[in-house]
């Protein structure tokens, strides 16, 4: 049975498919369009309908993919751009109506604690998980069988456009402080990324990692996009990420980075999925509760 689900982030709207069995889950397709509701958010404090109009559009051509993949159990998340919209509540229902789907506004720290249903987020230790989006930041610890999760109103293009509160970038610098030295970090989000793939590493030392990002950060946009085939809306966000990066793998005292592929929209798949086999929410008569289950592989978007 193929389940979907659909991340309405910041920066851009992101839907993966995935082929699921009672033990297993693996990804099929995904689809990314950059519409970036963080723009009108972060300047103006509130979503249009004209650009509300624009993300009812995509999700359709989403919900048209679910149709004709046969696609009726997906969720739909909203992140930081609808949670920080003055109309937030407004802004849902107007787009809920017109897709016939609901939304669910997520908060930072669920955002965060999702992170936990990487495949590999509660295995070994010395590691943290940091999901740096367009409009917040959320960071994930597995220590000592414990789940510690903070998330922050930095983001990339909330950066770009200096809508950041420097009262924010403290509070990131005190709870860094609190926290138990790492010396492995594993980035979310297309920035880092695509970061590591223009240098060609699967990972970087933390010396290498502020180097390039300042030599990268002294280059003009149409160099970005010229030297490094970027999109325009990575190529103008992405020394925005990489600071915040920076100011972690200072406080942590980080010394390997890594970047994977995974996402919201993975985490919302693996949740979906469990529901979906479970024994409390079960489409089949005669029930069965699995204990050991495949998550997905990472994605390839």
């Given amino acids: 049975m193929k389940i979907a689900s659909i991340d309405i982030g910041t920066n851009a709207i992101k839907s993966k498919v995935f082929e699921t069995t009672p033990t297993s889950i693996d990804f099929l397709e995904g689809i990314r369009s950059p519409i970036r509701l963080g723009s009108e958010v972060f300047n103006s404090g509130s979503l249009s309908n004209d650009k509300l109009d624009e993300l009812t559009k995509t999700l359709k051509k989403y919900q048209k993919n679910f149709s004709l993949n046969k696609i009726k159990m997906y969720e739909i998340v909203a992140t930081s751009a609808f949670r920080d919209t003055q109309n937030s509540e407004?802004?849902?229902?107007?787009?809920?109506?017109?897709?016939?789907?609901?939304?669910?506004?997520?908060?930072?720290?669920?955002?965060?604690?999702?992170?936990?249903?990487?495949?590999?987020?509660?295995?070994?230790?010395?590691?943290?998980?940091?999901?740096?989006?367009?409009?917040?930041?959320?960071?994930?610890?597995?220590?000592?069988?414990?789940?510690?999760?903070?998330?922050?109103?930095?983001?990339?293009?909330?950066?770009?456009?200096?809508?950041?509160?420097?009262?924010?970038?403290?509070?990131?610098?005190?709870?860094?402080?609190?926290?138990?030295?790492?010396?492995?970090?594993?980035?979310?989000?297309?920035?880092?990324?695509?970061?590591?793939?223009?240098?060609?590493?699967?990972?970087?030392?933390?010396?290498?990692?502020?180097?390039?990002?300042?030599?990268?950060?002294?280059?003009?946009?149409?160099?970005?996009?010229?030297?490094?085939?970027?999109?325009?809306?990575?190529?103008?966000?992405?020394?925005?990420?990489?600071?915040?990066?920076?100011?972690?793998?200072?406080?942590?005292?980080i010394k390997i980075i890594k970047a994977t592929k995974w996402g919201v929209s993975d985490s919302i798949a693996v949740k979906t999925f469990h529901e979906l086999y479970s024994k409390k929410i079960s489409i089949y008569k005669n029930s069965v509760s699995y204990t050991h289950l495949t998550l997905p592989t990472i994605c390839s978007v």
């Fill in 90 to 253: 407004k802004a849902r229902r107007y787009v809920e109506n017109k897709i016939e789907h609901p939304i669910r506004i997520i908060s930072g720290l669920e955002e965060a604690k999702l992170i936990r249903l990487h495949p590999k987020a509660q295995s070994g230790s010395n590691k943290v998980y940091v999901d740096v989006g367009g409009g917040s930041t959320e960071l994930y610890i597995h220590q000592n069988g414990e789940h510690i999760i903070q998330s922050f109103q930095l983001g990339a293009v909330r950066g770009m456009l200096g809508k950041e509160d420097p009262e924010e970038w403290k509070r990131l610098e005190m709870w860094l402080k609190k926290q138990s030295k790492v010396s492995n970090l594993v980035g979310l989000g297309g920035s880092i990324r695509s970061f590591l793939n223009m240098h060609s590493s699967k990972k970087m030392s933390n010396l290498d990692f502020i180097q390039k990002s300042s030599d990268l950060s002294s280059q003009s946009l149409d160099d970005k996009i010229s030297n490094y085939k970027l999109a325009n809306d990575r190529a103008d966000v992405i020394d925005h990420a990489l600071k915040i990066y920076l100011k972690i793998i200072a406080g942590l005292g």
